[in-house]
């Protein structure tokens, strides 16, 4: 049975992917500090044969007893207003936490993908986004933990592949959104659904001018393991290229869940980017993957995972 070590777990993406690997039959040992995370996202898994859970904090030294094939680093808090809450955790475990697993991958002879995001182009100049655009980031700005974190995460990650040789992957992962999203990490499709719940009004930031591409989870996952067992080293965009502004999007949730409220304009954080879209001409060539989930379809699916928990469960999300 080959063997792979899951960071961030108990994470929205990062639970997905132990679903995925334990469904393939593969041993996964699932570790998270539940900073962000919910325990609630694998207990399912707990009591599997082929799964593990260690509850550690990955910019400490990490430890695997036994053969590892496979690394996926997910751990990271993700969401606006989570990083900007915790920025120097933030900080940390894009680069003590990168650097311990590239470590451990290069003792174990492991090979590595590490979660990237579209936050290394920043506030971009060049629309769409394709690999090769170097971005434009604010260092300095609150923002900045988590753009920089990230880059500096990329470049560590390459030198380990040149320097040491060790096998990597970079996912250049675009805004995604699924069932086991927290509805109060204040990332925009939580945020939404929450409020529709709540019969509260829609918060659009700003004029709601700017855009966004939204990928289904299932859709993510699909190409991450497609990445993980290609043979390409350099980064690739993962997201869906269907774009949409903020505020129509506001209307699309409004219309789904037949909400009687409305929206209601808040300012729009620092450094928000303006326009955001994958080029996935890479992964297209590269991966044969493209998104199969259409907004509509996804967003249905979310909306019924959400409406379908215990108001006791509904709670839980919104810690
Ligand atoms: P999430 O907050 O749901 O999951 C992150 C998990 O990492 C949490 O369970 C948290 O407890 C854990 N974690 C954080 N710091 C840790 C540490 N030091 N040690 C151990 N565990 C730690 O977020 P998510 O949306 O699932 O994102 C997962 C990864 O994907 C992140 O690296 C994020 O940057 C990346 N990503 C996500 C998106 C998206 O749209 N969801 C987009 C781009 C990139
Ligand atoms: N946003 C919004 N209302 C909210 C939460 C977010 O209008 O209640 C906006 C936010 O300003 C951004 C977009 O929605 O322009 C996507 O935000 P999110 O935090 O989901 O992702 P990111 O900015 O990291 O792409």
């Given at each position: ?28 040992i ?12 694998i ?16 910019t ?26 915790i ?59 988590y ?28 805004n995604?959104y ?19 719940l ?14 966004r ?27 869906n ?31 928000d ?47």
């Amino acid at each position: 049975m080959e063997r792979v070590l899951i960071t961030g777990a108990a994470g929205f993406i990062g639970s997905h992917l132990c679903d995925r690997f334990v469904s393939r039959g593969f041993y996964v040992i699932g570790m998270d500090n539940l900073i962000t995370g919910d325990m609630g996202n694998i207990s399912h898994l707990l009591p599997l044969e082929n799964f593990e859970f260690h509850h550690h904090d990955v910019t400490k030294f990490v430890h695997v007893q036994g053969t590892l094939d496979y690394i996926l680093h997910f751990a990271s808090p993700a969401s606006p207003i989570d990083y900007l809450k915790i920025p120097i955790q933030t900080l940390k475990v894009s680069s003590l936490g990168i650097h311990n697993l590239l470590g451990l991958a290069k003792d174990k002879r492991a090979r590595i993908l590490i979660a990237s995001t579209s936050e290394v182009y920043g506030d971009p100049l060049v629309h769409p986004q394709s690999e090769d655009y170097y971005g434009n980031v604010n260092t300095i700005s609150p923002r900045g933990v988590y753009d920089e974190a990230k880059r500096f995460q990329e470049s560590m990650t390459m030198a380990y592949h040149r320097f040491h040789g060790i096998e990597t992957r970079i996912a250049r992962i675009f805004n995604t959104y699924g069932p086991r999203m927290r509805l109060n990490d204040g990332r925009v499709i939580p945020a939404f659904m929450g409020q529709a719940l709540r019969g509260e009004d829609l918060t659009v930031f700003g004029d709601g001018a700017q855009t966004r591409s939204f990928c289904y989870i299932d859709d993510q996952v699909e190409g991450l393991y497609r990445l993980l067992f290609s043979d390409y080293s350099n980064p690739v965009n993962i997201g869906n290229p269907e774009e949409i502004t903020i505020r129509e999007f506001a209307e699309e949730i409004i219309k789904l869940t037949g909400t009687e409220q409305g929206i209601v304009y808040r300012p729009l954080p620092q450094d928000d980017p303006m326009q955001r879209q994958p080029d996935i001409g890479r992964a297209r060539e590269i991966l044969q993957w493209e998104p199969e989930v259409d907004r509509a379809e996804g967003m249905r699916r979310t909306y019924e995972y959400f409406s379908r928990l215990s108001p006791e469960e509904l709670r839980k999300k919104e810690h």
